[in-house]
């Protein structure tokens, strides 16, 4: 069923409105509604890196304490050091693995909520405004993107507090090492700057055609009855072949960018620790310093090889969730057609009555009202009686029950008037679940729903009847088979207005005759509006209208026996 109102009642409340100015705009918004598990990461990212860092100065004044031969104490107590250092950073290990997860669920969790929430918002116009494949990926990658980042925080503070210990601590045995650390690790991490770019606009190309790719499968996959029944399989499926490929070139390219990073990474600081280790072996020789200090900093220049890594992944992940997060807040950025009034009016109990200033239906409250009109605006009409004219259209509003449409809170309008069309679909989950959506549906409310869509035996067929689960979009079941089920959700939902769009088009005429009679006799008493040309539902309706292209309605009222 379709909706393009945004019903709060549904939306997480707990999740503020987010930032989506831009894309560092909204990282540093979900870093401010809870930063907690980032602090933590940070924290314990810090002391899991700095005993790492310890190690091989420890090491090296370990050596240095046996090569005086002033006995075995010293060399116990630097060994102990460095053994209390591996349980202190195995303990912090532990703890950084699950604030790192906690910090990325976050990220995970909030970035799918306010997506949710702005889908729940847009509702049905959200098709007009950007691409499904558009949808999908900012559901899938681009929040993932978004995770990676908030997962790689920790380590990477607590590979920069390490890299400046261990230069600080260089620097206080030998200067010129320390300074030499001091110069190569940034020139390190500087040296990978220039391919950042790059990166990010490859992976911005990969993501677009990512997009195009997963709209058009899900086309594909959506109108595949219908694209073998026209023999046009072969060629959407050589379309996407194509597409597919343009994804696989913009991927490789993608990949060959990220390989050099990934290069850099291991050259740059490689070469940073070649050169600290020459000099040292050269100070050793020439004694100033000792062979103890020469190991230290030797272990200490390949640690640094692990920060400058960190830094890449982080400066990769980071231009990754960038892009992610600009993707985010593009959807986030879209505005509903229709927005809920400032000062909404109530609508009267009991069902309300429905007319259109405009085209002139009139659908009598209570009453059964059959609409012919052009088979190319029976999705128009039926938009124009369940939702708000779209600011600036020029139209005048619906009246329900003598209130105008946009007058009326979304809520309430969701909950009194539904509509429900060829469009429609069968979600996931049980088949019980999908047609009862509320659980306030005593099962002999279920049953006559189902009576009424003639869709008891669909159910029958299935191996565990109503706890058997529907497959995505319905696929398994036929066109009737569906068209019936989608029938009896709607009315299951027993709203006070219930506006049908060729609810029996799918089915044979045998079938057709006893929907009509029984949704007739289920709805008497509650205002429904059937848009068909079909003799069978004018034979039962209280009240017809016809619909010419011109916007011209004639109608008779059969309750009174004269036109209307």
Same mark, same amino acid.
């Given at each position: 069923?379709?909706?393009?109102?945004?019903?709060?009642?549904?939306?997480? /409340?707990?999740?503020?409105?987010?930032?989506?100015?831009?894309?560092?705009?909204?990282?540093?918004?979900?870093?401010?509604?809870?930063?907690?598990?980032?602090?933590?990461?940070?924290?314990?990212?810090?002391?899991?890196?700095?005993?790492?860092?310890?190690?091989?100065?420890?090491?090296?004044?370990?050596?240095?304490?046996?090569?005086?031969?002033?006995?075995?104490?010293?060399?116990?107590?630097?060994?102990?050091?460095?053994?209390?250092?591996?349980?202190?950073?195995?303990?912090?290990?532990?703890?950084?693995?699950?604030?790192?997860?906690?910090?990325?669920?976050?990220?995970?969790?909030?970035?799918?909520?306010?997506?949710?929430?702005?889908? &729940?918002?847009?509702?049905?116009?959200?098709? +007009?405004?950007?691409?499904?494949?558009? &949808?999908?990926? @900012?559901?899938?990658?681009?929040?993932?993107?978004?995770?990676?980042?908030?997962?790689?925080?920790?380590?990477?503070?607590?590979?920069?507090?390490?890299?400046?210990?261990?230069?600080?601590?260089?620097?206080?045995?030998?200067?010129?090492?320390?300074?030499?650390?001091?110069?190569?690790?940034?020139?390190?991490?500087?040296?990978?700057?220039?391919?950042?770019?790059?990166?990010?606009?490859?992976?911005?190309?990969?993501?677009?055609?990512?997009?195009?790719?997963?709209?058009?499968?899900?086309?594909?996959?959506?109108?595949?009855?219908?694209?073998?029944?026209?023999?046009?399989? /072969?060629?959407?499926?050589?379309?996407?072949?194509?597409?597919?490929?343009?994804?696989?070139?913009?991927?490789?390219?993608?990949?060959?960018?990220?390989?050099?990073?990934?290069?850099?990474? !291991?050259?740059?600081?490689?070469?940073?620790? !070649?050169?600290?280790?020459?000099?040292?072996?050269?100070?050793?020789?020439?004694?100033?310093?000792?062979?103890?200090?020469?190991?230290?900093?030797?272990?200490?220049?390949?640690?640094?090889?692990?920060?400058? @890594?960190?830094? =890449?992944?982080?400066?990769?992940?980071?231009?990754?969730?960038?892009?992610?997060?600009?993707?985010?807040?593009?959807?986030?950025?879209?505005?509903?057609?229709?927005?809920?009034?400032?000062?909404?009016?109530?609508?009267?109990? +009991?069902?309300?009555?429905?007319?259109?200033?405009?085209?002139?239906?009139?659908?009598?409250?209570?009453?059964?009202?059959?609409?012919?009109?052009?088979?190319?605006?029976?999705?128009?009409?039926?938009?124009? #009686?369940?939702?708000?004219?779209?600011?600036?259209?020029? =139209?005048?509003?619906?009246?329900?029950?003598?209130?105008? #449409?946009?007058? &009326?809170?979304?809520?309430?309008?969701?909950?009194? &008037?539904?509509? @429900?069309?060829?469009?429609?679909?069968?979600? @996931?989950?049980? #088949?019980?679940?999908?047609?009862?959506?509320?659980?306030?549906?005593?099962?002999?409310?279920?049953?006559?729903?189902?009576?009424?869509?003639?869709?008891?035996?669909? !159910?029958?067929?299935?191996?565990?009847?109503?706890?058997?689960?529907?497959?995505?979009?319905?696929?398994?079941?036929?066109?009737?088979?569906?068209?019936?089920?989608?029938?009896?959700?709607? #009315?299951?939902?027993?709203?006070?207005?219930?506006?049908?769009?060729?609810?029996?088009?799918?089915?044979?005429?045998?079938?057709?005759?006893?929907?009509?009679?029984?949704?007739?006799?289920?709805?008497?008493?509650?205002?429904?509006?059937?848009?068909?040309?079909?003799?069978?539902?004018?034979?039962?309706?209280?009240?017809?209208?016809?619909?010419?292209?011109?916007?011209?309605?004639?109608? =008779?009222?059969?309750?009174?026996?004269?036109?209307?």
């Amino acid at each position: 069923m379709t909706n393009r109102l945004f019903d709060a009642s549904v939306a997480p /409340a707990a999740v503020p409105e987010a930032d989506a100015r831009g894309p560092w705009a909204y990282l540093w918004w979900l870093v401010r509604i809870r930063p907690w598990p980032l602090v933590l990461s940070a924290v314990l990212g810090t002391v899991w890196m700095v005993p790492l860092a310890l190690v091989p100065l420890v090491i090296g004044r370990a050596i240095d304490e046996a090569g005086r031969g002033a006995g075995q104490g010293g060399l116990y107590l630097w060994s102990l050091t460095a053994l209390g250092l591996g349980v202190l950073q195995a303990v912090a290990g532990a703890g950084l693995i699950q604030a790192a997860v906690s910090a990325e669920a976050h990220a995970l969790s909030y970035t799918h909520r306010v997506l949710v929430r702005q889908v &729940v918002r847009l509702g049905a116009t959200l098709r +007009g405004k950007a691409r499904s494949g558009d &949808v999908a990926a @900012s559901a899938a990658a681009d929040v993932e993107s978004i995770g990676n980042a908030f997962e790689v925080v920790g380590r990477t503070i607590g590979a920069v507090f390490a890299a400046v210990l261990v230069a600080v601590a260089l620097t206080a045995t030998s200067p010129v090492l320390g300074l030499a650390v001091l110069i190569g690790v940034p020139a390190a991490v500087l040296g990978i700057g220039p391919l950042l770019r790059p990166l990010q606009e490859r992976d911005e190309a990969q993501r677009e055609h990512m997009g195009v790719a997963t709209s058009q499968a899900g086309d594909i996959v959506a109108g595949l009855r219908i694209l073998r029944g026209i023999g046009g399989e /072969a060629g959407f499926a050589e379309r996407f072949r194509r597409t597919s490929q343009e994804v696989r070139r913009a991927g490789e390219s993608a990949g060959r960018m990220e390989a050099w990073l990934q290069a850099a990474g !291991v050259l740059l600081p490689g070469l940073v620790t !070649v050169g600290i280790v020459w000099l040292g072996a050269r100070l050793a020789l020439q004694g100033s310093i000792t062979a103890g200090e020469l190991v230290a900093f030797y272990g200490a220049s390949a640690f640094l090889t692990l920060p400058v @890594s960190t830094a =890449t992944e982080a400066a990769e992940t980071l231009s990754l969730a960038k892009v992610a997060a600009g993707r985010v807040c593009t959807l986030l950025r879209l505005t509903p057609a229709v927005t809920p009034p400032v000062h909404p009016q109530p609508l009267p109990p +009991g069902p309300p009555a429905l007319t259109d200033p405009y085209t002139g239906v009139t659908a009598e409250a209570g009453r059964l009202t059959v609409v012919t009109a052009p088979t190319d605006r029976t999705g128009e009409l039926a938009d124009r #009686l369940t939702f708000p004219p779209v600011a600036g259209d020029g =139209t005048p509003a619906v009246l329900l029950g003598g209130v105008p #449409l946009d007058r &009326v809170d979304p809520a309430e309008l969701r909950s009194r &008037v539904l509509r @429900s069309g060829p469009a429609d679909a069968l979600f @996931s989950g049980t #088949l019980r679940e999908e047609l009862t959506g509320r659980t306030d549906r005593s099962p002999e409310e279920l049953d006559r729903a189902l009576h009424a869509a003639d869709a008891a035996d669909v !159910v029958e067929a299935l191996p565990e009847g109503l706890d058997t689960r529907v497959d995505e979009g319905g696929r398994t079941f036929s066109g009737g088979q569906r068209q019936r089920l989608v029938l009896a959700r709607a #009315l299951l939902a027993a709203p006070d207005v219930l506006v049908l769009e060729d609810p029996t088009s799918s089915v044979d005429a045998h079938t057709e005759a006893r929907v009509v009679e029984r949704v007739a006799a289920l709805r008497a008493g509650r205002t429904t509006v059937v848009f068909s040309d079909s003799p069978l539902w004018h034979g039962v309706a209280d009240r017809e209208i016809r619909l010419g292209a011109d916007r011209v309605p004639g109608s =008779t009222d059969r309750s009174a026996g004269v036109p209307s």
